[in-house]
């Protein structure tokens, strides 16, 4: 059965200006995705994996390439169009859990849904903190919960839209590694109970390996 390709990356580079002259980030990189796969970005520090996820996702544009996400280019559209884009088809999960200090853990996880005009925003929100073992912490500020459970809620806020890409960079990079591996296994279990893909950026092979396909970036490039 074919599957739709919701991303697509043809021939991106992305430069960047410092002292030394033009740096390379990212250097003619093309691959496709299709729907509902899982797929691990992997390699060493300052090989441009964070670069490269960030420019799949429209939050940065390629210097040369084109990007398509959900059958639109983000080369062609304006940072207005690409906010858009994220807030439709897109769910975020980073290393820093990236929670609004002033929200409740609900609030938080709402926001999504209240962006998009959804009048069922809280009790989708309550029934997804719910998944992630959150019930009861709903009202708690993110100052009140421990890292894992930060992270928790910004795997809900992530995944309570169903986005069609779930991009996750470095989920567990500043949790301990029982925390880690409850997090990850949530992230692979909501992503399935979702049908979305998944798009991780790791550099921990155990969770790599857990992925459909790996893609290792070298230097800037795919090896």
């Known amino acids: 059965m074919t ?19 033009l740096l390379t980030i990212v250097r003619d990189v ?6 509902r796969e ?3 970005i ?10 490269l996820l ?22 062609t559209l304006d940072e207005d169009g690409r906010a858009r884009l994220r807030a439709e088809k897109v769910g975020f999960v980073f290393q820093s859990f990236h929670l609004i200090p ?8 709402m926001l999504p849904l209240e962006l ?7 009790q989708l929100s309550a029934d997804m903190l719910a998944r992630v073992g959150l019930a009861s912490r709903t009202g708690h ?26 991009f996750a960079d470095e989920p567990t990079g500043n949790l301990d590694m029982a925390t880690g591996e409850r997090i990850t296994q949530l992230l692979f279990e909501l992503n399935a109970d979702s049908s979305t893909t998944l798009v991780l950026v790791t550099h921990d092979r155990s969770i790599a390996t857990r992925c459909g396909r790996v893609l290792t970036m070298e230097n800037g490039g795919l090896r």
């Not at 093309?30 to 729907?35: D, G, L, N, Q, V």
């Open 3 to 21: 599957r739709d390709i919701v991303l697509k990356a043809e021939n991106i580079t992305r430069e960047v200006s410092s002292p030394e002259g």
């Open 30 to 35: 093309s691959f496709h995705i299709e729907s």
């Open 38 to 40: 899982t797929v691990a």
């Open 42 to 51: 992997v390699g060493p520090s300052g090989a441009g994996k964070s670069t």
């Open 54 to 75: 960030a420019m799949l996702a429209g939050l940065d544009l390629p210097t040369s390439g084109r990007i398509s996400l959900a059958g639109q280019d983000l080369t």
């Open 102 to 109: 002033s929200l409740t853990a609900l609030e938080n996880v």
């Open 116 to 122: 998009a005009g959804r009048s069922d925003a809280r």
């Open 141 to 166: 500020y993110p100052r009140q919960l421990s890292g894992g459970e930060q992270q928790r809620v910004a795997l809900a806020r992530a995944s309570v839209s169903r986005p069609a890409v779930l």
